[in-house]
């Protein structure tokens, strides 16, 4: 399934909506509950157009909320889940992450400078468990001092005013307060030795950028590794695998999400099949094999930062 535009503590017996982890993330629970419901539904063998119409709904409504286009409400959610033979706890459990989706993130403050296509995956990113990257072009935006982030959007094709490249800049920043949170995911980052080169806002700036990426390299939920140019060709486009934690019983078992982000000219690739996001873990995991080792990547930055002010 390719999407262009969870965690949850359950209480015991019964799931209290105000029962929530620190990083809970909206669009996390709709797409859990996208996925749970469509697991559930094929496990009852009913069809999706059978299912819709047992519900007085049409075929569409249901493929919009099997594919998290859609919020369903905790009402229709519950028709669903009782067609299903789902009762008890883990109905009340659903019925809870449906309501948690209609929560609004907090990403949605930045609504005017944000596109869709990536709110989809901010709200994602705030509640992995491990995010994995590669970046060919620039450091990654969790890593990026505020200058250097300044520096990238006021040099973006499509030109910014001032306020839209500060209101960016702000998104971003907060962005990365999910790695000095109590349970801050785990962050395994491989950078090209070009993106660690690229000058970005000029030497002074991107030296303190080189000294951001060692500093944050020996924090234990983050690991950075660089590909220097002697290993060869490397990938040829930056990518993110998120994983995310699954839901504590009574939560109905469910596929463990993942999802494989991929930046476009005009938007974003999300995708979700299993043989995708496998590719793409074979090539994450290819690069951090042919990549240096944590140690003498600080070492590297230290050398490259060492040639900005000589």
Known sequence: MRFACLRSEVGSPAWQDDQVPQRQSPTVRRRRLALTLRQLRDRAGITSAEAARRVDHDASWLSRIETAEVRPHPNDVRALLALYGVKGDQAEAVIAVARQAKQRGWWQRYSDVLPDWFAAYVGMESEASVIRTYECQMVPGLLQTEEYARAAFEAAPVPMRDDEVERQVALRMERQTILSVDDPPLLRVVIDEGAARRMVGGPEVLHRQLNRLIEDSTKSN???????????????????????????????????????????????????????????AAAHEQLQAQALAPKPTRDTLRAIAAELIT
């Open 222 to 280: 983050v690991q950075i590794q660089l590909l220097p140019y002697s290993a060869g060709v490397g990938f040829d486009g930056s990518f993110v695998i998120l994983d995310f934690p699954p839901i504590p019983e009574p939560y109905p078992d469910a596929a463990e999400e993942r999802m494989v982000y991929v930046d476009t000219l005009t938007g974003a690739l999300y995708l979700d099949r299993p043989s995708e996001i496998a590719a793409y």
